[in-house]
Every structure is written in structure tokens, then in C-alpha cells.
């Protein structure tokens, strides 16, 4: 078999993320994807919590449920900052852990660091049975995926993590737009106290993440495939 030259690896990782993006919004809806999701809307939470106490509030309890729903009840802090950082903050994790698929010293750090977080969040903040089970089985699993799986396996669940953590704001920054109901939504919290329509912050969010899908397929490319 003929050997990939440079381009032709640059070109194919890139290719591949894009099969596991097409792969991942076919089987959305299904258990394949499920737990990433719910991976996703943990984050959601969490951040609003952290950045609740980094503005000097408090955290009282965060829940996360079976329907990847979440909610994280907080007192005190900036209510701006703490509603901007939900979103905000599955993006910048989603694109941390994509990044470090390419450096198993760091990928093992960053594991180990979230896999500690998740421990504190679950002894501190969390109540309800689906938090406390899909916190403890997410931090096992980070603890031991770049120490024990195979490297190209722990690697590319780290690429699929980022890339799902992306789609997912855009899946579900759609649906805060388009669903009419009356659930309270980031964007509508933040029409609120901004006075900013929350279609626009919808759109704000839409457009980060869509960046950031095309910057970590530029990543990958620059990258190109990688030796194991």
C-alpha cells in the first residue's frame, strides 16, 4: 500500500472529523451520542457554577436529568456573567479537550485535572441520582482513557467529545430559537437582565460555535494525521 505523502494526511484527518460529525448528527438522537451529550450539559452547568462563585455568589445545588436536562441554582454573583457562561463554557471545554488529542503529556494532565473537578462538583454541588452517577462514571472514565485505552482510541474519543460539545451548542442554541416553549433558556435569561433580544444572543452563540468547528478542522488539518 502506498505510503500518505504530508497533504494527503493533512487533508484525511480533517476528512475523518468531518465522517464523525456526519456519524454523530445521524445517530443524535440515539444512546450512541447520549452520553457525550449528557457530558455536554454537565459542563453547561458546571460553568455556571464556577463563574457564580468567581463573581463572589454561591453555588446551592446543581441537578442534571435522565432527559439531558440541567439546572444549576445559584445565589449571589453577576447574573450577566453567570448566564453568559454556559454556553460559553461547553465550547471552550469541548475545544480544550479536542486539542489535547494531540499531545497524550497534556491530555493526561487535563483528564486527571476534569476527572478531580467532576469529584469536588459531586461531593459539593450535586443532588439527584442521574448527576451523581453520570459525574462518577465520567471521571473514572477520564481518569483512565489516557492511561489505559489504547492511544489512537483515547485520542480520537477526545476529538469526538470536542466535536460533539461544539455540535451540541449549536443543536441546542436551535432549539432555544426555534422551540416555543416556556422553558427558561440562557438567551432568555440574558434578554432579561440585557434587554437584548434573545434571538441575538442565540445567534451570538450560533456563530461562536460554528467558528469553532471550522478552527479545530483547520487544527486537524495543520496537524495532519497522526503517528500512534
Known sequence: ???????????????ILIFI?????????????????IFVVLI?????GIMALLTGGHVN??????????????????KLLIALS??????????????????KKYSVYLNTAFA??????VAN??????????????????FVSPRYFPNKVHFYLMKIIGIVSVLYSVADIKEDLLTKTFVQTDASLLQNITGISSIIWGLFWFFISIWTVIFLLYYSYKKGLQKY
Open 125 to 142: 454541588w450535586i443532588s439527584g441520582t442521574a448527576g451523581i452517577i453520570f459525574s462518577l462514571l465520567f471521571a473514572v472514565f477520564l
Open 1 to 15: 500500500m502506498k505510503k500518505l505523502n504530508k497533504k494527503q494526511k493533512q487533508l484525511l484527518e480533517p476528512a
Open 61 to 78: 445545588n446543581l441537578q442534571i436529568f435522565w432527559n439531558l436536562g440541567g439546572q444549576c441554582d445559584s445565589s449571589g454573583g453577576s
Open 86 to 103: 454556559g454556553y460559553t463554557g461547553s465550547i471552550i471545554v469541548g475545544t480544550i479537550f479536542f486539542l489535547s488529542s494531540y499531545s
Open 44 to 48: 453547561h452547568e458546571i460553568s455556571h
Open 21 to 37: 460529525g456526519i456519524i454523530s448528527i445521524l445517530f443524535w438522537n440515539t444512546f450512541l451520542i447520549y452520553p457525550i451529550k
Open 116 to 121: 478531580s473537578l467532576l469529584i469536588l462538583i
